[in-house]
């Protein structure tokens, strides 16, 4: 905006200048001009008239009264005498050609007054040109001069902006620096707490490895030993049930061989029975030793032999109930073999 300013006030008083030199030119031309020729009609030349020799001398006085003063600001030529009638033919051809004269003379101090304006225009053209030349180079120089503190003031501002913007990359470098030293810092300080953790963790787990251990071989020496209790015990157990088994049956032998003495003692086998044959007989007793019925589960062959052994045993009722009591119950439902 100042650059505009600047260039705009530099065009206006260039043009003042120009004007004030073309009026100084042209009050210096005008000034130098010769004074301008005021050509005075000859009234003589306008009214001559012929006359004899006899009248001239009368009229005289009056021609000389019709000539007009020459103006003495533009005296061209000197005066000239007063013609005679016989002169005034070349008198007025010499008017004529005074007039033409000085018509000639206005013209050319015409052309050369046109020709010192075009030189004194083209001059001050050519000094406005060169005012707008040295202007316009003037207010480049000024618009250089401006771009170019501009420029350094823009480097300027760049420079500190870098300035600016390194410092602060210089200050998170180093808060980043910072910044990782202490993430460092607290990683080691992690690092040996959770190796202390760890170590602590390893102690107690070896201890309770320890005591898992030795409690796992306490309950092994004592299943060992509630194994061989066990085992003594099953032993014992099953000696006594071996124990029992034979005494059962023993006992069961033995009152299987009571009912059969009883059955021997009330048989009546008959005559003609083979003494090899044998059958087998299911007896049902009733809680006080009674028959209650007996079948021949397997007969002999022979039905008179098998229906005197059942005959026997109805004869022998009640039979006496054994002495265990583990046998009163499965005495009561018994399968005897029975032989002559």
């Known amino acids: 905006m100042n650059a505009t300013n600047h260039r705009l006030l530099s065009l206006i008083l260039a043009i003042l200048l120009h004007l004030v030199l073309f009026l ?21 030349i306008i009214k001559a008239i012929a006359v004899s020799p006899s009248q001239i001398a009368p009229r ?18 000197p005066p000239q005498p007063q013609a005679t009638p016989q002169q005034q033919p070349d008198q007025q051809q010499a008017e004529q050609e005074q007039l033409k004269q000085q018509q000639a003379a206005q013209a050319q ?47 300027q501002e760049r420079l500190k902006q870098q300035r600016v913007a ?10 980043q620096q910072t910044a990782q030293e202490e993430a460092k810092q607290q990683k080691l300080k992690q690092q040996q707490v ?44 099953k000696d006594l049930a071996i124990a029992r088994t034979k005494q059962l049956q023993s006992d069961k032998d033995k009152y299987a061989a009571l009912i059969q003495q009883l059955l021997h003692n009330n048989w009546v086998v008959p005559d003609n029975a083979n003494p090899d044959l044998s059958c087998e007989l299911f007896i049902r007793l009733n809680a006080q030793g009674e028959v209650q ?35 009163v119950k499965e005495s009561r439902e018994l399968r005897l073999t029975v032989t002559p």
């Open 293 to 327: 019925s007996v079948e021949v589960t397997r007969s002999s062959g022979d039905v008179a032999f098998d229906n005197s052994a059942r005959t026997a045993l109805f004869k022998a009722s009640p039979l006496p109930l054994p002495d265990n009591p583990e046998l």
């Open 60 to 77: 005289k006085p009056q021609l000389t009264a019709t000539v007009p003063p020459v103006a003495p600001s533009a005296p061209l030529l």
């Open 166 to 175: 390194e410092h602060a990359k210089q200050e998170k470098l180093k808060q």
């Open 194 to 237: 959770d190796q202390v953790q760890a170590k602590q963790e390893k102690i107690k787990q070896e201890k309770a490895k320890q005591a898992a251990l030795k409690k796992q071989q306490a309950q092994k020496l004592k299943a060992a030993q509630d194994k061989a209790v066990a085992d003594q015990l099953a032993a014992e157990q």
């Open 109 to 155: 101090a015409k052309q050369e007054q046109l020709k010192q304006q075009q030189a004194a225009q083209a001059q001050a053209k050519q000094e406005q040109l060169k005012q707008q030349q040295a202007a316009q180079a003037q207010a480049k120089q000024e618009q250089l001069k401006q771009q170019q503190a501009a420029q350094a003031q823009a480097k």
């Open 24 to 44: 100084a030119l042209f009050i210096h031309f005008t000034e130098t001009l010769p004074p301008a020729v005021v050509l005075q009609p000859d009234t003589t």
